[in-house]
């Protein structure tokens, strides 16, 4: 380079910091109004996610950025980032307590990540919450002398057992609700343990979200809804949506949604583990689209094997969904095996007809994705 390009460089990159500096001063700025929206919000019992507003602003947004010859999908990429930071902000001023005469929250197993990050939300929503954990049970009856809801939340190996066992004796109308990633067992033993309240939940999340803003939360319905009808208001606040399913429709749903799933991701690992794979050679090599399916395996490696186990071992019947995968991939292999092409051109076309626009829509969903996997790239 020389030195009249060297000058000129320095002073155009003099310059763009500049207008940095002005953009993290325009942050600053955002995030304290944000921060104020967050208190508003609080007062009256608003929702932290508002789809609505956010949908009118990144459309008038985007025409703005057009008529000032900006990519529309630029606005709308900072804006979304923005505003995941606001519900992190907006959640420190804590939520509105829908029910202020509840009694005290006891969750068994509050200890584990899950049990954490629900206790953490309730008492941000100024709930008083006690944790009981496999250590402390000689303080169990005392604390559920008291207690308006008792939230089980420990391994799904050991739920029904321990509630069968052990929540027998719960105030009348106190709520029995639990967070197990399956739901027609835990569900049927709390209605057995337990004549008040009965509602099953399945968060759709793991304990690092952050914030509950967009997240799903499952909920099947036990007994009384009345009742606990104010802990789904409580959790909209959150910025959660609730789907309500039926407790079997929502065990099959899981056999794929998440057994099988896990097992293939699994098996993945597996598979790349037992041929010595090596991870900085498949990483030099690797496209945005084979980084991020990696990342995916990779992240279940970094999580607790007792879980999984839990989660894939939860319902007999996953066997058989994973069963049919490994037969529909033992099939596919086949015919790789016998070169047959064309059939599998037309199998391809056949599922591609199954997805309809859903094809499409993921492409396009997964390029937005698959571009910030790009931008995290430092090499
Ligand atoms: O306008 C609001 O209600 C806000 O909470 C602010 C804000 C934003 O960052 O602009 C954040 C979250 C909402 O989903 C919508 C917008």
Known sequence: MNEKTTAELEHLRGLIDGVDQQLLHLLRKRLDLVAQVGTVKHGAGLPIYAPQREAAMLAKRREEAKSMGIA???????????MRESYLNEKDVGFKQVK?????????????????????????????????DKDDWQQADSLFADAGMVLVTVPIAITCEL??????????????????????????????????????????????VGSLAKQV??????????????LLEQIAIW???????????HDSAMQLVQAMRHFSTFVYGLNLCKE???????????????RLELAMVGRLFAQSPELYADIIFAQQDSQH??????????????????GDRNEFIKQFQTVAKWFGDFAPQFQRESRIMLQSVNDMKTN
Request: proline share 6%; aromatic share 6%; with cysteine.
């Open 100 to 132: 202020k005469d509840l009694g005290s929250v006891v969750i068994v197993g509050g200890k584990g990540q899950l049990g954490g990050l629900f206790s953490q939300m309730l008492t941000l929503s100024g709930y008083q919450v006690n944790l009981l």
């Open 163 to 208: 509630i069968r066992e052990k929540l027998t004796q719960l105030p009348a109308d106190c709520i029995l609700a639990d967070l197990t990633s399956i739901k027609t067992e835990p569900v049927k033993a709390m209605l057995e343990a337990h004549s008040g309240p009965v509602v099953g939940f399945h968060p759709m999340f793991g304990p690092d």
């Open 239 to 249: 910025g959660a949506r609730i789907v309500e399913a039926e407790p079997e429709r």
């Open 217 to 230: 939360v499952v909920v099947c319905h036990g007994r009384s809804p009345e009742k606990y009808q104010w």
């Open 321 to 338: 969904a994973i069963g049919d995968y490994l037969d529909n991939y033992r099939e596919a292999l086949e015919l790789l095996k016998r």
């Open 276 to 290: 010595e794979a090596d991870i900085d050679t498949l990483l030099q090599f690797s496209s945005p689209i084979y």
């Open 72 to 82: 529309p999908q630029l606005i709308e990429d900072i804006l979304r980032r923005l």
